[in-house]
């Protein structure tokens, strides 16, 4: 049987990897946001010139800013990034650029342990929250109020 070629919905996400396309997608405000994380984004436009020369491919691209400032540890941003892409990969945004960004710190009062199992059931908590419901539900409020053509 042969493979079956990838939509736009559920093709593989993509890094970020240049300064230009992190720019591109942060000009923007948030599209929806939680208590520690912002998701910045961009719809993929098959018209758009800047796009291609920015992004080239169409398809879901992620990048991830998780500040030292927020996160001190580097195990504890590490994590954090683990934990992006594994959310993104059980629910892939839809086709276009999208960028997570960590806006708060995670008070160690409550996790003091960088890597401890409560902070990562909270931070995948949240992060469901953010790719799984809010960004949808966004997306499904953005769709209604574009005029039909």
């Known amino acids: 049987m042969p ?12 890094p970020l990897r240049r ?7 942060l000009a923007s405000p948030p599209m ?7 998701l910045h984004g961009r719809l993929w436009s ?6 291609r020369a920015t992004f080239g491919a169409p398809g879901p691209w992620l990048g991830l800013v998780v500040p030292r400032r927020w996160a001190r540890r580097a ?19 839809p086709a276009g650029a ?14 003091p342990s960088a ?10 908590a949240e992060l469901l929250q953010l790719l799984a419901q809010r960004l949808p539900q966004r997306l499904t409020a953005h769709r209604a109020q574009e005029p039909a053509c």
């Open 3 to 14: 493979p079956s070629s990838p939509t736009l919905t559920h093709a593989r996400v993509q």
């Open 19 to 25: 300064r230009a396309q992190f720019e591109a997608v």
């Open 32 to 38: 929806v946001q939680t208590a520690h994380f912002a």
């Open 46 to 51: 098959a018209d758009d010139a800047a796009w």
């Open 75 to 93: 195990v504890t941003r590490n994590a954090i990034k683990r934990q992006v892409r594994a959310v993104a990969a059980l629910h892939p945004p």
């Open 98 to 111: 999208w960028v997570v960004r960590l806006k708060r710190a995670w008070p160690t009062s409550e996790f």
């Open 115 to 124: 890597t401890s199992a409560p902070l990562r059931r909270a931070v995948r």
